[in-house]
């Protein structure tokens, strides 16, 4: 089967499309045929290094399919079943062998690229605005990246939750795209030279309840300036680069401010945990409450050119890869 391949770290070439074997169900795995894979950032970490990984590996950790085969002692999955998965590598190729404790159920209303698009970023924005910093009525937070596919889930979630977001963007297209997620205020982060001093010019001087930062070491000063007393700085990426180390004092002289750099792994510990948040994403979309934006679909030899495109920040929405 096709599959895409690292043997090397380093920059988006390393993507080596290759015929390999085809998985085989193990005791409590299942054989997954992928009809889209997610493309995401952790994806770029896995590739340059930064999250080092066993040489050679078949990068990938979202995807979603149909199930064609099961291991020994395999219940509740059968063959046929719709599922979706995050957390479990290999899902830059056709085929994947996955923990059947890792599979989500996906509803008849919810199609297979959109689970794939949605299942690793819906997670993770809930985990943020219900656990991270639970989103309160009236609560003003700051999205960095906002037209970006976190950005615009995190974005409809706060202001499903009854908060107000004041979302970072590059281009007017984004800024578009924010304000049509439900952005109230949008800032041109490339105009501007004082990105905080506007954060707290539109919130009444006080600064904002949270900041969700994927962005990393370009945001993350005028992050922690953006933040009211006892204010919430939630770094759940590094788009741009890893963040210096922080002396602790630069939080009091915040106010007192809590930084956290949380990752999705810690918040679906639980089979019981993983499937409630992905109960509730799948649910939203459904129902309409949430909508997934694909900005672009790529053949899985074309991973390369997908990785590039994601980093160079010229991408709106959630990228997939179609085997």
């Known amino acids: 089967m096709q599959a895409v391949q690292i043997t090397q770290y380093g920059g988006p070439e390393v993507l080596t499309p290759v015929e390999v074997e085809p998985p085989v169900a193990g005791p409590g795995q299942a054989v997954?045929?992928?009809?889209?894979?997610?493309v995401n950032f952790i994806d770029v970490y896995h590739r340059q290094g930064r999250y080092p990984t066993p040489l050679p590996f078949i990068p990938g950790v979202e995807a979603a399919g149909r199930v064609a085969a099961v291991g020994p002692d395999v219940t509740g999955v059968s063959v046929g079943d719709r599922v979706g998965w995050v957390l479990a590598p290999g899902a830059y190729a056709q085929a994947a062998a996955v923990p059947v404790d890792r599979l989500v159920p996906l509803p008849d209303g919810v199609s297979d690229e959109t689970a794939a698009a949605v299942l690793l970023q819906g997670m993770t924005a809930h985990f943020l605005t219900h656990d991270v910093h639970p989103v309160r009525a009236g609560d003003t937070v700051l999205v960095h990246a906002a037209a970006g596919g976190m950005g615009l889930l995190l974005t409809q979630l706060v202001t499903h939750l009854g908060g107000r977001v004041v979302g970072t963007v590059s281009t007017d297209e984004k800024e578009q795209l924010a304000r049509g997620a439900g952005a109230a205020e949008v800032i041109r982060y490339d105009q501007v030279d004082d990105l905080a001093g506007q954060v707290r010019a539109l919130t009444g001087g006080e600064g904002v309840a949270a900041v969700y930062d994927g962005v990393g070491a370009s945001t993350f000063d005028a992050s922690l300036a953006s933040l009211r007393r006892r204010g919430v700085l939630a770094l759940y990426g590094a788009a741009s680069g890893p963040v210096p180390p922080v002396d602790p004092l630069r939080l009091m002289q915040a106010?007192?401010?809590?930084?956290?750099?949380?990752?999705?792994n810690d918040f679906v510990?639980?089979?019981?945990?993983?499937?409630?948040?992905a109960t509730d994403v799948l649910g939203w979309v459904a129902s309409g409450a949430l909508r997934v934006t694909v900005g672009g679909?790529?053949?899985?030899?074309?991973a390369a050119r997908a990785h590039d495109d994601l980093t160079s920040r010229r991408t709106t929405g959630k990228l997939l890869l179609i085997p």
């Open 255 to 264: 106010g007192s401010a809590v930084l956290t750099r949380p990752t999705l």
């Open 269 to 277: 510990v639980s089979r019981q945990e993983l499937l409630e948040r």
């Open 297 to 302: 679909r790529y053949p899985l030899a074309e």
């Open 32 to 38: 997954v045929e992928i009809a889209a894979t997610g």
